[in-house]
């Protein structure tokens, strides 16, 4: 059983109970309720994240993946109880949950093995030219080094992999940063459980106590002191538009404003071309639908939006997809409040017009937290100047707009705001017609796929999980894949430095990959 309290500098510290998380399957309060984070308590668990800094980020990087390594394996030591609060928590399948955990252990090993490889840390060594002329060049050498203590917010949708040991921990912790954890509150008993696994890393390890810390609360305070607190040098963000713009415009605002990496939504566009509708429309009906209503459409790269010419391949293609659609019973979402949401989403598309495929009794039909599938018609027409038909709907609703011709497909595509992902439906027939809109949605998407869908998140070097604004806050960053951790590191020269006091990996004897003089240079 958690215990309700926050995990600062190794310690466990109780405060004044104000929340408690809900099962959102049953409507169950349950036990125990946790404390909100104070001023005071943002402010110790940050200053135990500077004092730690110096000294985690001097350790040999080896001790640093073993560090990763065992926090992953300590998890696993505690998978049972922690799928199972989880669970409690979330109301997500126990298979997911027990696969979500695989994919933190997994990331954090991912991220063990990338920093020994040394490649991460792009080091860079020009050698010394004493008798070049008209001028000597010295010895300036280069490498990334980490940036400070960081700020992660756990995401409600993920309560594992993107939450107190999720991505955006495991890279700032690879990278050598101290971790400041702001709970989610639709799941503290998970992240409190977790944080129990990272503390019985900190002591196997030796790691210096202050190196993470978990704070909870359900408010607004204890983050927005978190993001604004001046020894804070980054932050971690996976959640709402209307949140995360909120706490970035506090990073960007301090008298030293900080790297806010937020990833804030998306609607991920399909676009369904000709020939894959005329041969295969049914197959792809059919497997949009799956994905769209896969965790209750709980994915920030749910494909919500669909795009097509009109006709009757369109139409064959929603008849499949009404078939899935129809055999989807209402099921809960992760909370009241997301929940809550969706209706009132669903409820202004209705008061705006849009003609929707479903049934008025289907449409966020449900009770408490359970909520129904609900696709949306629109023309393009409609689409290029409804501002409001361009937003997320988190959740399992999808809006199909119908195109006259290429030239209103091209404009769509050309309207669309940032986005994580964007697919394309073909087949070769369609190769000029997607060659043609490729150049676009480069600039609209971090991710294109063809043929698949995009509720799968490999984690691997090639991975990019962010997008333009508003997908995310920074179009050059990601927060999955081995880019993740160039997130928290920074630049440092050093110049005429002698070996003793250079850091790994630049010393003659002891470096890493790099480039020397311009050319690439193995390991020693």
Known sequence: MPSGQHLVDGTWIAGAATFQAGNPATGELLAPAFAEADATTVDRAV?????AFSEYAARPIAERAAFLRCIAGE????????????RAESALPEARLTGELGRTTGQLRFFADWI???HCFDARIDTALPDRKPAPRPDIRSVLRPIGPVAVFGASNFPLAFSTTGGDTASALAAGCPVVVKGHPSHPGTAELVARAVLAAIRACGMPTGVFSLIQGAGHASGAALV????????????SLKGGRALFDIAVSRAQPIPFYGELGSVNPVFALPAALAERAAEHGAAWAQSLTLGVGQFCTNPGVVVALDG???DAFLAAA??????VPAQPMLNAGIAGAYRRAVEERDRGGVASRRGEADRGAGDGCHVAPAVFETTASAFLVGPGLHEEVFGPAALVVRCRDENERSAVAAA???QLTATLLMEDADTEVARAL?????????RLLVNGYSTGVEVCHAMMHGGPYPASTDTRSTSVGSRAILRFLRPVAYQNMPAALLPEGLGDADRGPCLVDGAAVSAR
């Open 47 to 51: 200053s135990a994240a500077e004092a």
């Open 75 to 86: 998890m696993e030591t505690a998978s049972a109880d922690i799928v199972a609060r989880a």
């Open 116 to 118: 020994e490889a040394g």
């Open 228 to 239: 604004a607190h001046p020894l804070i040098q980054a932050v971690g963000f996976t959640g």
């Open 312 to 314: 009757a391949d369109l």
């Open 322 to 327: 009404d078939e899935v659609l129809a055999k």
């Open 416 to 418: 669309l705001e940032g």
């Open 438 to 446: 490729l150049p676009v949605l480069e600039r609209k998407a971090g």
